[in-house]
Each structure stands twice: as structure tokens, then as C-alpha cells.
């Protein structure tokens, strides 16, 4: 089945990055990508430009996007691969849900931060905000400058307390893309699993039994973030998943204040599901 996938841009090389990861993951499977950029400008400002400047602002941005798509088309070269693009003037989060309802889309592929790359901040204001309202399509967030690697070991931490069912069809997806292992991380804060929590465990199990899949317990030695980031580096794991869900862990790093450093860095590709309930 064709993908349709979706890849924000701000022209940065941030963005660049993370389009040319999405090739590559996606190099044999038959894909239409689409580059969309944002051109909303405040009312404000509008009221202070001429129309013919809005208008020449849209044909730059046009361009832009024109070029990008010959770029990707010349470094791609990929039969499989066909490319489209989308200049909006919506905010880029309804530019996002917009092309997605509009194009079935089945992921967004997008780079940490942008233009402004603000120092000791992992995460910019507007991967921020798509990752908190994000609740139509899987994002995965892919870290500056990162180079492309196979992804044979996918991580995913869960503290038991949910039952899990379709919210993890894109795990599923990455794994069969080749082959990979999923590595099932629990931080233990229990002398003992919650008899919820077992059950939980038991269907996960039940529900990953046609993949390659492990259980792994690490202890709770202060912050979540360290001992994922030691799980992450210590398996060798190319992608970390996780499901975005009302007091998540994914909620508590969202949270933090832009301007502060956010102890959360994943060194690889982060791939947030938003949750179906």
C-alpha cells in the first residue's frame, strides 16, 4: 500500500535533515511525500503590507518549495518516490491537520527545531506545540544533523498502567519496515505489577507475539529521561516511541518552558503516537 507522508519545512537545514531521513526509511516502499510550508502572517502585519508584497512573500515561498522538490527528486532518484508540494497560509499546525485530512496522511516526519536554533533548547516552540495537539497522525521528530542508520532496535517504554490496542499499528509499521526488534522498556517505581498491570503486559505480549520482541525492567534511579536515554544507548536502539497520552511522560517533558533546558535529548529518532482514547 502507497504512504503518503508529510514533511513540514521552514526551508531550514533542520527540516532538510529530517526530510532525507524520511527517504531513506522509506526508500523501498512505494511513497508520496509532500512539502508544506507555513506562510501565515499576522493580521497585524498584514494590515501594514501591501497587497502586491503579501502576494510576492507567497511567490518566494512557492519557489522555495519548487526547489525543494527538485532537490529531493535529483537526490532521491527513487522510482517508488514521487513528491508534492503545499504552500499554506494556515498556522502550521492546521496546515498540518489540514494536509493530512486532505491527503491521508500516514505520518509527519519533521526536524527538532528550526531557523532558530535557541542554545541548550532540544525541542523548538513549534515542534512543541504539533507534538501537545497532534491528535490525527503519528509525528516522528527526527534530531539535527542526524544520519540516517537502519532501525533493527525500537524502543518502547510504558509503565503498564493502559491497555493497548490500535495506538500501536505504527509501532508495528516501523518494525516491519526491516525487521526490527522491539525492545519493551519498564522503569520500575513497584515492589510488584498492579494486577491491572499485568494484565497489561499479558496482552501486550499477546499483541506483539508475531515480532521480535523483548522485555526489559531498569530501575528507577531518579529521572526517566537518564535511564531511557542509558536504555537508548546501551541496546543500540535507532528509534524511541512512545505514545502520547493525558499524563504521559511525553506531557511532562512538553511542559517545560521553552527557554530552559529541557533534560529530555533523544539521540535518535522519536517517534510520537498520539493515543486513540
Same mark, same amino acid.
Given at each position: ?10 526551508f ?7 526530510a ?16 508544506l ?5 499576522k493580521?497585524s502585519?498584514?494590515?501594514n503590507m501591501?497587497?502586491?508584497l ?7 515561498? *512557492?519557489k ?10 535529483? *537526490? ?29 496522511i ?17 525541542f523548538?516552540?513549534?515542534?512543541i506545540?504539533i ?18 542508520? *537502519? ?54 505480549k ?8 523483548t ?25 524511541? *516511541? ?12 512538553i ?23
Amino acid at each position: 500500500m502507497k504512504k503518503h507522508i508529510l514533511l513540514p519545512t521552514d526551508f531550514s537545514d533542520n527540516a532538510w535533515s529530517a526530510a532525507v531521513y524520511a527517504l531513506k526509511l522509506y526508500a523501498d516502499e512505494y511513497c508520496t511525500f509532500y512539502f508544506l510550508h507555513s506562510s501565515q502572517l499576522k493580521l497585524s502585519s498584514m494590515s501594514n503590507m501591501s497587497n502586491k508584497l503579501v502576494r510576492v512573500m507567497a511567490e518566494n515561498a *512557492t519557489k522555495e518549495l519548487t526547489e525543494l522538490k527538485s532537490m529531493a527528486e535529483s *537526490t532521491d532518484a527513487n522510482a517508488n518516490h514521487n513528491f508534492e508540494i503545499i504552500l499554506s497560509s494556515e498556522d502550521m499546525l492546521d496546515a498540518i491537520e489540514t494536509a493530512i485530512n486532505k491527503h491521508n496522511i500516514d505520518l509527519v516526519v519533521m526536524g527538532t527545531k528550526g531557523t532558530t536554533k535557541a542554545k541548550g533548547v532540544f525541542f523548538g516552540s513549534n515542534t512543541i506545540h504539533i507534538i501537545k495537539k497532534m491528535k490525527l497522525c503519528p509525528i516522528l521528530i527526527v534530531p539535527d544533523e542526524f544520519d540516517f542508520i *537502519t532501525p533493527k532496535q525500537i524502543a518502547f517504554p510504558t509503565d503498564f498502567n493502559r491497555f493497548y490496542g490500535d495506538e500501536l499499528i505504527p509501532l508495528k509499521q516501523f518494525a516491519d519496515l526491516f525487521n526490527s526488534k522491539i525492545r519493551i522498556i519498564h522503569i520500575s517505581t513497584e515492589d510488584q505489577l498492579t494486577e491491572a498491570q499485568d494484565y497489561n503486559l499479558a496482552m501486550l505480549k499477546a499483541y506483539l507475539q508475531d515480532y521480535p520482541h523483548t522485555f526489559h525492567w531498569m530501575s528507577d534511579y531518579g529521572k526517566k529521561e537518564e535511564a531511557i536515554k542509558d536504555f537508548v544507548e546501551e541496546l543500540d536502539i535507532n528509534i524511541l *516511541t512512545m505514545i502520547n497520552y493525558e499524563h504521559s511522560f511525553i506531557e511532562s517533558i512538553i511542559k517545560e518552558p521553552i527557554i530552559k533546558h529541557i533534560g529530555f535529548q533523544p539521540t535518535v529518532p522519536f517517534l510520537v503516537i498520539p493515543c486513540v482514547n
